[in-house]
């Protein structure tokens, strides 16, 4: 994993224990919901499905997800030196949000993908935390 794709890994965790937070859900749906738009990371929020991984929905969620992270990194990612394309964001953000769709899909059947599962669930929260106390003393 790139230095980028972890960083869009916390990124992505902290939106989905914020989302949980809104919607008592963890995992990504099917289908976009309305519900999951609320978040207070992205203005507007973000929302993304399981069902069409490569779809329209999670290309949007991409192209927002990217414009987001070039304001936010500027502040909280300083070793990201230079300027983040929006194309090597969206790529970033296609290949992490791709292995937690999958991961989510292959935890149905497999203790030890639903063990992982329930890490990054705790650690999202601690992401969360750590995020909100960093966004409050900016």
């Known amino acids: 994993m ?32 309305a ?5 207070i990371f992205i203005k507007g929020g973000l929302m993304i499905e399981s069902t069409d991984i490569h ?8 192209l927002v997800f990217a414009k987001y992270f070039q304001r936010f ?3 909280n990612f300083p070793y990201l030196k230079g300027s983040l394309s929006t194309a090597l964001l969206v790529n970033a953000f296609d290949t992490i949000l791709e292995c937690q769709i ?10 030890a993908a639903l063990a992982i599962v329930q890490s990054e669930r ?3 929260r601690r ?6 106390i960093c966004i409050y003393h900016h």
Not at 127 to 132: D, E, F, H, K, Y
């Open 73 to 75: 990194s500027k502040d």
């Open 55 to 62: 779809g329209p929905v999670n290309k949007q969620a991409s």
């Open 102 to 111: 999958l991961l989510q899909t292959v935890a149905q059947s497999n203790e």
């Open 122 to 124: 705790r650690l999202a």
């Open 127 to 132: 992401i969360l935390v750590s995020n909100c």
């Open 35 to 39: 519900t999951q738009a609320t978040n």
């Open 2 to 33: 790139t230095t980028l794709q972890r960083s869009v890994y916390i990124i992505l965790l902290s939106i989905r224990a914020a989302n949980y937070l809104f919607t008592q859900k963890w995992e990504i749906p099917p289908f976009a919901q």
